[in-house]
């Protein structure tokens, strides 16, 4: 299996390369058009401002590309954020795949920190990505936006409000959260994605 | 629920971990990438691996150290460490670490901080201060491991480094390090106050009770501990069964 992690201006992208080979997989990180449309499997994680990577990857053109892939797609965390419609960080309008819009975290009392950063849980999961028995399971998150909750959510979290931890829509998937950083539940997770046919 | 985290941290010289008892003597405590993933397994929800070689030498053993780490475990992890520049934090990064840990370097060299939040983001960066309550009731940081005490006031210190940029504080006190009797409950409850972002305890956890201490009363998001853990004397499924007793939210696995 060909599994590619797109490679742009976003930081941290070899964590997911790292938790891949873990799994037995090596995949190959590349920006290359032809490598990523022939791929089984591809990966766009990262962490970043919205903004700037969403400027790079049109700069690239890589945003018509990654709209217009038939294949299984992860996206990860900034990666999540840039798939949704508009994103209040450096408010830009991102690639659209999933129909709803990204915000800042607002705290409301004193003591609610942002970013929000460490283990929260998992709540009313769908699609293929996850099993029953994950449900109220921990997972990684380091982030100061969110996608807020829609028909495409297939998982929530609550932190100070329910928000989308996981979208789907036709070959896109994406989490919000790392399942590179999330023990042995996120490496079940990844493996999912894996498993997902074409 | 957000849960509060419990750190693990390894001190490492010349490949090997190691614990000091107020910054010096130090004992062996055994291999970091196998504690490391020892941690995981238990429960642990991140890691810290501190480097204590300062030559160039042992730097270079740390970043091979830091791409095994990378390799084998499924946590986040944080180094820090001998870090000066932005070079340091680009080879740490990139074999692997998911945050860098900054302490003398950002004292002397504050703007690193937003240098590091501009090029890597804040999430990246921890900025990790020693300080000592002085008899004048004023917490005082100090530099090069605890040797050097600076003219800077905790309080102060930590929002300049949150208004820089960092995305963490990780609060040591001088006073309760090694020293197993708590963290120091007050300065963290003021801390966790006035920051918006995460506060991690570290230096002074002797039982679980004073884990419980640094969330209920510290008000800490995260606690961090070496040898209680090294030497089996608190056991991390335990630790985190106890505080769930006590009403604390931590991860089960």
Redesign the interface.
């Known amino acids: 299996m060909k599994v590619i992690v797109i490679k742009y201006n976003a930081?941290?992208i070899?964590?997911v390369v790292?938790?891949l080979?873990?799994l037995g997989l090596e995949a190959q990180v590349t920006d290359d058009k032809e490598k990523i449309q022939t791929a089984d499997k591809v990966i766009f994680p990262g962490?970043?401002?919205a903004s700037s990577t969403m400027a790079y990857l049109k700069q690239h053109r890589l945003d018509e590309l990654i709209v217009n892939l038939k294949q299984p797609v992860l996206g990860i965390c900034i990666g999540l954020q840039l798939m949704c419609r508009h994103s209040q960080e450096g408010n830009v309008d991102c690639l659209g795949i999933f129909d709803t819009c990204v915000k800042r975290f607002e705290?409301q009392q004193?003591?609610i920190?942002?970013?929000?950063?460490?283990?929260?849980?998992i709540h009313n999961l769908q699609s293929p990505l996850f099993s029953p028995d994950m449900e109220n399971r921990?997972v990684?998150?380091?982030?100061s936006y969110y996608a807020e909750s829609c028909a495409q959510t297939i998982a929530t979290t609550?932190?100070m409000h329910p928000y989308s931890a996981a979208l789907h829509r036709d070959n896109f998937y994406a989490l919000q959260f790392?399942p590179?950083?999330?023990?042995?539940l996120?490496?079940q997770i990844l493996s999912n994605f894996l498993n997902i046919e074409r | 629920?957000?849960?509060?985290?419990i750190i693990p941290c390894l001190d490492v010289k010349d490949g090997q971990t190691v614990k000091g008892v107020h910054f010096v003597n130090f004992r062996q405590a055994g291999d970091p990438v196998e504690l490391g993933e020892a941690y995981?397994k238990q429960g642990a929800?991140e890691l810290v691996y501190l480097d204590i070689t300062a030559s160039f030498e042992g730097r270079k053993t740390f970043t091979d150290l830091v791409r095994k780490v990378?390799?084998?475990i499924?946590?986040?992890f944080t180094v820090g460490g001998g870090i000066h520049e932005l070079a340091d934090i680009d080879r740490l990064?990139?074999a692997?670490a998911?945050k860098v840990s900054i302490n003398t370097a950002a004292l002397l060299k504050p703007q690193l901080i937003d240098e590091i939040a501009r090029n890597?983001?804040?999430?990246?960066c921890v900025v990790a201060i020693d300080a000592k309550l002085e008899e004048d009731g004023k917490w005082r940081c100090y530099i090069n491991g605890g040797r050097k005490p600076l003219d800077r006031e905790l309080l102060e210190w930590a929002l300049e480094a949150q208004d820089r940029g960092a995305?963490?504080i990780l609060f040591t006190s001088m006073s309760h390090d090694g020293v197993k009797t708590g963290y120091p409950n007050e300065a963290l409850a003021m801390l966790?106050?006035k920051?918006?972002?995460?506060v991690i305890a570290s230096g002074g956890a002797g039982n679980m009770e004073h884990f419980r201490d640094a969330f209920v009363l510290g008000?800490a998001?995260?606690a961090l501990a070496a040898s209680v853990f090294h030497f089996g004397e608190i056991k991390i499924p335990d630790l985190k069964a106890y505080l769930k007793k006590e009403g604390v939210i931590v991860?089960?696995?």
């Open positions: 930081g941290n070899h964590s790292h938790a080979r873990r962490v970043g401002e705290p004193a003591g920190k942002i970013p929000q950063m460490g283990w929260n849980t921990y990684y998150y380091v982030h609550e932190y790392h590179e950083k999330s023990s042995e996120g490496e | 629920m957000l849960a509060k985290r995981s929800d990378a390799a084998r499924s946590i986040p990064l990139n692997g998911d890597f983001g804040s999430q990246m995305g963490e966790a106050d920051l918006s972002i995460p008000k998001d995260a991860r089960e696995q």
